[in-house]
Structure formats: structure tokens, C-alpha cells
């Protein structure tokens, strides 16, 4: 017969594939006062229970100080994680639809912290900076070029009024000549065309002279200004095609008009300056009056003198002076060689020119011209 201890032992072995009912059962050995646990791959395990209300497994308990495992306490059921509007970035996404929460802020030391008020950024006003980071070159202005414009036609009245009554400049005071001086350089500053001898559209034409104080044309002045006698015109005929310049004056009286030129050819010297030589002279056959008519009176020497008696008896003549305009308006103007010497040539430099308006100076002298059909020349 075996021993009970014995007994007790082959019972518990056999019994050991089987789970125990009571996993909190002990065993106590002879002697001990602590309990006898049977080895852990001996212990049955219970199964993981379900937590109620979850579809999550409840774990194994927590072991206690005597190693024995503790139910755990059932979790409450979890719900749904709100939905969060921030970016990769972890902040609030303005484009997400209803109230937004504001970011959540730390401080140096991991506080949690107020964040600052942010005002709504306005959009950058535009530049006009280019690719470089500097502002491009501005546009030629409108208005920038207009006074320009205005200013210079002002001097160009300004100077047809002063040398307005001064014959050609031969009755100019020395303070008239000192305007005309100085609105002459003020033009000749605010020239607009840089290379007047390259714009013929500008510089081909006839052009008047209002003002000039070359002394080569003293005589022809100097006539115009004797009693009964007047000069007309003194004009400059440019063709930059056949390179010629063409001097013509003409000297008026109450009987017949006299009229004479100067052909020349010229050279470009320079943008602005060419060099001319005459070739020859021309007279055209005076145009005789078919009556005369004579002033009232004429001032000669500071007297005034009547002309009423010359006028009564040159009225008996006035068929005669119409047969002798018949006969020689029909013939061909008489032309005269000039010999090539130095006073043949001459150079004209134009410093200022527009569509108007032209200034030259030669061989020391100034010229004042006007282009013919001009308003300017309803000023005079």
C-alpha cells in the first residue's frame, strides 16, 4: 500500500493535463509556512475575457505582491476621436469649414501659453521693381514732354515779338539784340533735333527771314529802308535731294519789284553744319506795276513830306506803265556766274530746327528763319 504523500503526488501528476478549477488553489508542503505554488507552465491561465460593452479583449490581471494576478477593472468604452483641422504641420487649417480652434501655444519652458493676436496681413501693394530688384527705367512721359514742347513754343513767340518792327534786325536797339541773344541760346538748349542735316522732312523747304545780323546783307537793307522802297522777302530754299541752297530777296517799290538770288551748292561737314559755294547770281526781270500808287506822305530825314502832286502827275501815265509790264514780265531772268574765290564760300551751322522754327549762324552771322506757311509768321 503506498503512502498517502505518495498517493497525494501520483493523484496530483495525473491530474496536471487537466485545468484547474479554483486557479487560486495552493498546496502546502510539511514544514513551510508559505503556501506552495505549482510552477507557472503548470498554473492554469483562464481565458481573456471580453470587456463588457467593447469589442476589445480584456488582458491578464495585474500581479500582486504574492505574484497572484488581479482581475483588471473593466475599461469604459471608448468613443470616436473629435476630428482635428490641423495640417502636416500640426497647425489649424484656415480652409477648414466651421469654428476653428486656436493652436495651441508653449513657452521656452514647455508652459502652456496665450497666443499673441494676429492682425489680418493686407496684400503687398504692387511694385514696379524689376527682376534685378530696381526700378526699370521709366517710360518717356507724355506730360514730361509736353511742357517741353510748351516751353519752347512760348520762347519762339516770345522771340518773333521781339524783333517784331525791328527790320530785319537793321532798326535793332542794342537791348532788342541783347533779348534776342538770349532767347536764341534758350532755344538753342532745347533743340529738338540733335542732327538737323539728317532730318530733311524738317530742313527741306523755304524758310523767311525775320532777323539776321550778318553784315553781307547791310546793303540789301539799307535799301529796303530808303524812302519808296521796302524790302519784300529774304528767304532760303533748301533741297537736301539736289544739294543745293537757294538765297533770294526781293525789294519792292510803287512802280515795280525787284527780285534777285544766289544759287549755291552745299556739303555735309557734320551733323549739324554743311559748307556752301556759290555758283551763280540770278535777276529776275522787274515786275512793273500796271498803275502807281504812292503814299500819302514819306518821312525822309525826319521831315514828312506830301506826295499828293508826284501822284497827279503820274496818273497820265498809267497806260504806259501797264504796256512795259506786258513786255517784259515774259522774259527769262538774267543769270551771272559767281568766280569760285574765298568769298564765295561760306558754312551755316543750324542749331536749332523744328517744324517752325530754324536758327543758323555763319561766318559770324545769326539767322533768324521762319517756315513759310508758319502761324508764326502772322505775328509779324
Known sequence: MASPLFAASSH??????????????????????????????????????????????????????????SPSPPEPPSQADPPIDDDEWGRDDPSASGNSRPAAVTDEWGEPGMPEPQTASSADPPTNDDEWGGDPAPAPEEDGGGEEEERREELK???????YGSDLGLRASAEVRGEVLELVTQLEAANPTPAPVQATDLLDGNWILIYTAYSELLPILVVGAAPLFKVEKISQEIDTKGMTIVNASTISSPAASFSFSATASFDVQSPSRVEVQ?????????????????????????????????QQVLNPLQQAFASIAGSISGQPPLKVPIPGNNRARSWLLTTYLDKDLRISRGDGGLFILVKEGSPLLDQL
Do not use: Y
Open 157 to 163: 513767340r516770345c522771340l518773333v515779338d521781339t524783333v
Open 12 to 69: 496530483a501528476s495525473i491530474l496536471l493535463p487537466s485545468p484547474s478549477p479554483c486557479p487560486s488553489s495552493t498546496l502546502h508542503s510539511p514544514g513551510s509556512r508559505r503556501p506552495f505554488r505549482l510552477p507557472a507552465p503548470l498554473r492554469s491561465r483562464s481565458p481573456p475575457v471580453a470587456a463588457a460593452g467593447s469589442g476589445r479583449l480584456q488582458g491578464p490581471g495585474i500581479p500582486d505582491e504574492w505574484g497572484d494576478r
Open 278 to 310: 556759290f555758283k551763280e547770281g540770278s535777276f529776275q526781270p522787274p515786275k512793273i506795276s500796271s498803275s502807281v500808287d504812292l503814299p500819302a506822305q514819306v518821312n525822309i530825314f525826319g521831315q514828312k513830306i506830301s506826295l499828293g502832286p508826284v
